[in-house]
């Protein structure tokens, strides 16, 4: 979504009440946080510079699958909030033209998903069995606070 967006369909309904903590993610998912390059560095003792090429990489090969997933993820989204409709931008207007697509577009479990099986020289990047966990590279406190629990 959008900040626009957000904005409008969801802090102006949400912030009205006391007793929840409003958690937007900075990407498409919660997971879209994990791909921070630092981050993966961390649980991975990768380089981050070599975590970056992966990323792009990944990124380039599957171009068109995330673009379609970026636009049926939105849809969706559309469809659950439909008496929202009028605040949502046209996809194809935000939608990146840039090749690969920028991370945020990206959904994160897909990323996180292919990430979790790619190899480096015979060896996983991210270890098996590895779940999310606290770290100084996910900077939102929230995500952080909810990890720790």
Not at 19 to 24: A, G, M, P, Q, T
Not at 42 to 47: D, E, G, K, L, R
């Amino acid at each position: 979504m959008t900040d626009k967006e957000i904005n409008e369909i969801v802090k102006k309904d949400y912030a009205k009440l006391d007793n929840i903590i409003l958690f937007v993610t900075q990407g498409s998912d919660v997971e879209s946080h994990l791909l921070n390059p630092n981050y993966l560095a961390s649980i991975s003792n990768i380089p981050k510079e070599k975590i970056e090429s992966i990323i792009q990489k990944i990124s380039i090969e599957n171009h068109n699958e995330f673009i379609r997933r970026f636009t049926t993820k939105r849809a969706e989204i559309k469809s659950a909030m439909r008496s929202k409709e009028k605040f949502f931008e046209k996809t194809e207007k935000i939608l990146s033209k840039e090749i690969p697509l920028p991370i945020e577009q990206i959904v994160g479990k897909d990323m996180w998903k292919i990430l979790k099986e790619y190899k480096e020289n015979d060896t996983l990047i991210i270890p098996s069995n590895t779940e999310p966990k606290p770290s100084e590279w996910l900077k939102d406190q929230n995500l952080a606070s909810l990890l720790s629990h």
